[in-house]
């Protein structure tokens, strides 16, 4: 590449990046409004007080949105893995604090502002990220269209500005962040390259446990036959120093929540969620788990939500059919994450939007959609093909802005009570426009 292409691609990407801050922006204060109770609330609460109670009131042990111990010291069930991202923004705010004399609250406007930078720089990032990953093996077109379709229509947007301080932005990046280095990885093994492949799957699975069907990627990634298999099995064997490095980063990102496990319980290993709300949280639906549900079940069913992930499907049946590189990968791990939600004993996840436990999985998702859009745009088809597919994503895309709008006025749409009359009154309002004033009913 010649300089001159160098200077006129930092010129995009600057440009690129300042419309994606703008436009961000603009929709957090003028649309979402700006709400500390969505940014800084619930489990947001639980991943940010870490940096409010460690590094300012000194003291872990006794964090207000926990559990209550009989030690007379409160647990909190959430990791600090988000915490640690938002570490560097959270000392912007802090600093700005002093200098004007604020009060450090974990629910204050500083630190509303500096977890929403923080979300939208991670993403912004992990888009980039996967814009490079995808262009390995499709061109900037089908790269470009993926990833402006992973942001717009599905609820990775809704993550990133509405509710910004949840774990889905963070693994996003950081599961991104491992692809791009466990290609880098699996084609020159040394001691850097494990080092941070071993990290960031660590922090990944901090953040979120199940993040760890990641792993087979080293077996899988690339492989699509089984004289491959074997190759990569006697290379992993023939590499095995390097994996044991991995490993051992992986347990270096844990060192932090082990310390703080140890200060609170006097154990160094804990399943953090026997100390919850009034039950036990585990995979209770092991035997008879709710995939239906999950997919396409109004409260919070993936596809129902994300009807992007049609095209996931199709592409991935074609990648198999095709033996592409990495559909035998996808297709595990998608089976594993699957498999792990449909068994969660809350499988709507909750006040939700969409079913958000898959977002730490779609940089792997992608592929399938990018492969998809490549046959289409691609090869000599006809231009209605094109147009259609075209017209196929700017309504995901309009209709997951509008939905997630939807959601911010009413959230919870995982009730009970919550019906397909409910979903389809939010349908009429999202392609009619109809005014609504008090939530979706």
């Known amino acids: 590449m010649t300089s001159k292409n160098k200077n006129s691609n930092y010129k995009l990407l600057i440009l690129l990046s300042f419309l994606f801050f703008v436009f961000n922006y603009f929709l957090t204060f003028n649309i979402f409004k700006f709400d500390l109770k969505n940014i800084i609330g619930s489990d947001a609460e639980g991943y940010f007080q870490y940096l409010i109670y460690f590094f300012i009131k000194h003291d872990i042990t006794h964090m207000p949105y926990a559990i209550q111990l009989d030690n007379g010291m409160t647990f909190d069930k959430y990791t600090c893995g988000v915490a640690i991202f938002e570490m560097p923004f959270f000392f912007i705010g802090h600093l700005y604090n002093k200098l004007f004399g604020i009060a450090d609250e974990v629910r204050s406007m500083t630190y509303g502002i500096t977890v929403l930078i923080a979300s939208v720089t991670y993403v912004y990032i992990g888009l980039i990220l996967l814009y490079r990953i995808l262009s390995k093996w499709f061109n900037k077109l089908t790269s470009l269209l993926t990833v402006l379709a992973f942001y717009f229509a599905t609820n990775l947007f809704y993550y990133t500005l509405v509710v910004p301080g949840y774990t889905h932005s963070y693994s996003f990046f950081v599961l991104t962040l491992f692809i791009f280095l466990l290609d880098k990885f699996l084609t020159k ?3 850097l390259n ?15 446990p199940t993040s760890i ?3 087979f990627l080293f077996l899988l990634y690339g492989v699509n036959s089984i004289d491959l298999l074997k190759k990569r099995i006697f290379w992993i064997i023939k590499n095995l120093k390097y994996f044991i490095v991995i490993a051992i980063f992986m347990f270096i990102a844990f060192i932090p929540q082990m310390l703080y496990w140890h200060a609170v319980t006097g154990n160094y290993i804990v399943y953090s969620y026997k100390y919850s709300y009034g039950q036990e949280e585990h995979f209770i639906y092991w035997k008879n788990p709710k995939i239906g549900l999950v997919l396409l079940g109004v409260q919070n069913g993936w596809l129902v939500y ?12 074609w990648m198999l059919i095709k033996k592409q590189l990495n559909a035998i990968a996808i297709t595990v791990c998608f089976i594993l994450i699957l498999y792990a939600n449909a068994s969660w004993w809350c499988y709507t996840f909750s006040c939700a939007f969409g079913h958000r436990a898959f977002i730490e999985y779609y940089p792997l998702l992608s592929i399938p959609i990018a492969f998809l859009l490549s046959k289409i745009f691609n090869e000599k088809r006809k231009v209605f093909v094109k147009g259609l597919m075209i017209f196929l994503l700017v309504i995901f895309s309009f209709t997951n802005l509008r939905l997630s709008y939807l959601h911010y006025k009413d959230p919870c749409w995982e009730r009970p009570s919550f019906t397909w009359v409910d979903f389809n009154r939010a349908l009429n309002i999202v392609f009619y426009i109809v005014p609504q004033s008090k939530g979706v009913k």
């Open 194 to 208: 494990s080092l941070f492949c071993g990290l960031t799957l660590g922090l990944a699975v901090l953040m979120r």
């Open 306 to 317: 994300t009807p992007l992930f049609f095209l996931f499907i199709v592409g991935l049946v």
């Open 189 to 191: 093994p040394n001691l």
């Open 213 to 215: 069907f990641y792993a």
